[in-house]
């Protein structure tokens, strides 16, 4: 897998990330399959390949390879300002990330307690939801601005759903670190904006 690929992949889990944010908040609405996914991507602290951190199917990157060529493509109109808002809040976090070794090592150690409770809780339960939400509160939140996500306020006052928009966006930047780590830079998004489009094209034919 070349690198350009693998960099169309990651990208497009921090856009999946926010559009799943988007669903919870503006519609109470959430794909659990989908969700278990993105949650695997944040334990899966080893993985053989970058497929691999989404249960090595392509077919679970559906929605956010068709949003990198709607955010990314020449047709202006279809872009989705709040999703961009999201993404480049994403990206911020992880850069900020990055340069705390201390929080890195931090986040490895709560993620690796997360990955010994598996042994007692289901990864979609309730139990590992909250705990990967207080990972995110704890470690990432302080990092930067809060990402002020936008919806229906009776929607998003409920407990569960705060937990799952909070698990989803460490999932988010846990596919910015990805695509940082495959080459990812800001200044591909700009110059080789056409080439990730075409890509992610190529990558929904195979699906």
Not at 81 to 106: D, F, G, H, Q, W
Request: charged share 20%; aromatic share 4%.
């Amino acid at each position: 897998m070349n690198k350009l690929t693998e960099q169309t992949m990651t990208f497009a889990g921090i856009c999946q990330v926010g559009q799943m944010v988007q669903g919870i908040a503006r519609q109470n609405q959430l794909d659990e399959a989908l969700f278990e996914v993105m949650l695997k991507s944040v334990i899966n602290l080893n993985p053989t390949s970058t497929l691999a951190v989404y249960d090595d199917a392509l077919a679970n990157l559906q929605d956010g390879l068709s949003a990198v060529v709607t955010q990314l493509g020449d047709q202006t109109v279809n872009k989705d300002p709040e999703l961009t808002r999201y993404i480049v809040c994403l990206l911020n976090l992880e850069r900020k990330l990055k340069s705390k070794p201390k929080v890195m090592a931090e986040l490895g150690n709560r993620l690796e307690q997360c990955n010994r409770q598996l042994a007692h809780f289901e990864l979609t339960s309730d139990n590992m939801v909250a705990n990967l939400a207080s990972i995110y509160t704890d470690i990432i939140s302080p990092l930067g601005t809060k990402i002020q996500v936008a919806g229906e306020p009776n929607i998003l006052k409920q407990v569960g759903n705060q937990h799952r928009i909070r698990a989803l966006l460490l999932a988010g930047v846990r596919s910015a670190v990805l695509w940082r780590q495959v080459g990812g830079k800001r200044r591909n998004i700009l110059f080789q904006r056409r080439k990730i489009v075409s890509n992610a094209s190529q990558l929904l034919k195979q699906i």
